[in-house]
């Protein structure tokens, strides 16, 4: 769906790598100071609809989707078509739409080192500085406000994380000359990759 040259997305890719490790960095030291483990958990966040939104997270997503072998690539495709049937189906009775991710795999992550950023930020609660208003605070998910239960919030800011992500997007948007925007689900793009 995405073309664009192997020399040209490279250094982008580089990029995004560094700020992923910035992330994971900064969730290991808060989930630290929490004592907060993301493990074995019911409601997993795995279930939930995220969108994703920059080309760069589609290239490096699809860069894990072609480590795997083509036996688990025809898999996660059957699934992720199967995911994108039943979406439709719900979204027709209005129901809630909470259907594993195509690239879960017993309770793993298959492409885990190229996880978009949303299944690397979700979890603790966080902060959002946008300018010109109130700062806003997210709750953290169920797991974590049940582990946390009574402990002082410890300041986990997304902002500069958002803020580096928007920038590789742009340069990489005008670098590679594209106009479209993005705005899929990990089913969505599976089918594509
Ligand atoms: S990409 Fe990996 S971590 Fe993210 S929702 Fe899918 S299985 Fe979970």
Do not use: S, W
């Amino acid at each position: 769906m995405i073309a664009i040259p192997d020399q040209v997305a490279a250094p982008f890719l580089e990029k995004l790598q560094k700020l992923y490790a910035d992330m994971d960095a900064a969730y290991g030291t808060v989930a630290e100071g929490y004592g907060f483990h993301c493990t074995g958990c019911v409601d997993n966040c795995c279930l939930t609809r995220f969108y994703h939104h920059t080309h760069i997270e589609y290239l490096y997503l699809r860069q894990g989707f072609h480590h795997l072998t083509q036996g688990l690539r025809r898999k996660v495709r059957q699934r992720a078509a199967e995911v994108r049937r039943e979406t439709a189906a719900l979204e027709k009775t209005g129901g809630p739409v909470r259907l594993m991710c195509p690239l879960n795999a017993e309770g793993l992550c298959l492409v885990y080192p190229h996880r978009p950023m949303i299944c690397r930020l979700h979890g603790p609660a966080h902060e959002l500085h946008r300018p010109g208003r109130a700062v806003g605070y997210g709750p953290g998910c169920d797991a974590f406000t049940r582990q946390t239960e009574g402990k002082a919030y410890l300041p986990f800011d997304r902002t500069p994380f958002y803020m580096e992500m928007a920038r590789i997007e742009a340069e990489l948007k005008q670098t590679a000359d594209i106009t479209q925007r993005i705005k899929m689900t990990i089913a969505e793009m599976v089918e594509t990759l």
